[in-house]
């Protein structure tokens, strides 16, 4: 079968590109990085649960899954091993949600540390043969992670869980994959977030000002190629950690 120069073209450029898996990449922070590393030239296969914003690109792949429910946890990392091998991951599905609101706390529980521990791992676990070389994975952890919030502490104490984890696949993966964790703090308000929540968050920020997705984009590019780090904390969060003065009841 004949093959048109543009299509050799294109198989070319696909085999030569980097490869990216995006968890949460349909909306928000994930569809950022997504539409970064395209603009980049990478190849990207990107996850979504509900939706995906992202519009269509020759070097995007799609991939949807709940990742609060194990069925759908397995077959993902069977969707993904045939897109292999990866030269980058970012684990940036979440799910953020006050106790106040839980109707059945042990599904409340469950939800957090389905997203953020058990789908990163298994996730992981079948990439075990599929990493290229010099391969970096990245999880988005929280500075809450560190200093928790009380109305969030399942979704807090799942983040920590996914930090530590991923402190320990740092030292599994050495030689390897180079893993590393960034916390996010102010970055992106959500539009139910009023003007004295914004400025009570912001009035502990060093900063002083909303960072926007862009510092965890530069957060991550600066991390995929920094060949002498892993197993390191990145806070980026305009210096909130440091101020140590959380108002733990904010209105939401």
Known sequence: ??????????????????????????????????????????????????????????????????LSVTEDITRLCSELVSYGPFDAVIHNASCFTPDSAADDLVAHIDRHQRVHVMAPMMITHA?????????????????????????????????????????????????????????????????????????????????GKELGYGAIVNACDYLLNAQAVTGSVMRVDGGRFVTNRYDQTFSV
């Open 1 to 66: 079968m004949a093959v048109s120069l543009l299509q050799f073209i294109s198989w070319v450029i696909a085999v030569d590109s980097k490869r990216i898996f995006i968890s949460g990449a349909g909306r928000r922070l994930g569809k950022t990085l997504a539409e970064h590393f395209l603009q980049q030239g990478w190849q990207v296969v990107a996850h979504y649960n509900t939706r995906s914003e992202l519009d269509a690109h020759a070097n995007l792949s799609l991939v949807q899954a709940d």
């Open 127 to 207: 990439l075990t043969e599929h990493w290229a070389e010099k391969a970096a994975m990245i999880s988005i952890s929280d500075i809450y992670a560190d200093i928790p919030n009380q109305r969030f502490a399942a979704y807090c104490a799942s983040k920590a869980g996914l930090q530590n984890w991923s402190l320990s696949m740092a030292q599994r993966l050495a030689g390897q994959v180079r893993v590393n964790v960034i916390q996010p703090g102010p970055v992106k308000f959500l539009p139910e977030h009023d003007e004295d929540y914004r400025h009570r968050v912001l009035s502990q920020s060093l900063i």
